[in-house]
């Protein structure tokens, strides 16, 4: 990173602007994944523990809401790795500091138990590993009923919400990336998602011209 990146990416999130950290040519590297990711959650955690605790509860003058999301998530999270970095105690504590943290895995197994543990809502696709099935069932009232309806969900398009945004577990049909779904985000045909793109593709280079690469 050229000049002080992660203060750049920290100053986007305080505007309410989304960033995504794509790795490029380091894609495979896992050292690259935990060096950035760990470095960059850090400063994070520090900003926002910092504003909260100097506001006294005056929600005007703390940090906007985060979601820090973590795709493939048992490179960060498996349990040997996780204690290295600070994802575990943004799961466990960040919350009251307006942090939360979303991971995506097909394999919740390679994922800490404690890190588990913290995670208040989860969402699950069809699962037929008993391992999967144990680790996303970790800390849930009634696993065993449970268990049987994970593995009587359908391949496509359905998934099992628990947790605390929902009163009782419950099994949802999820939307289709069609026309419609396009529409109700925002882009009234092909065009205009396409110029959406291209305005993102334009917005990363300028950045990189910037000294974000």
Known sequence: WKGDSAQKIIDYLDKGITVVLE???????????????????????????????????????????LMIVIEEAHKFLDPQIARQTIFGTIARELRKYNVTLLIVDQRPSGIDEEVMSQIGTRVTALLDNERDIAAVLTGVSGAGSLREVLARLDTKQQALIMGHAVPMPVVIQTRSYDADFYAAMGFQDEAALRAGRSTRVNLLRGEREEGID
């Open 23 to 65: 790795f490029g040519r380091y894609g495979n590297s896992l050292e690259a994944y935990i060096l950035v990711a760990n470095y960059l959650t850090r400063r994070i955690h520090q900003m926002y523990v910092e504003r909260v605790e100097q506001a006294l509860g005056d929600a005007a003058q703390e940090p906007p809401q």
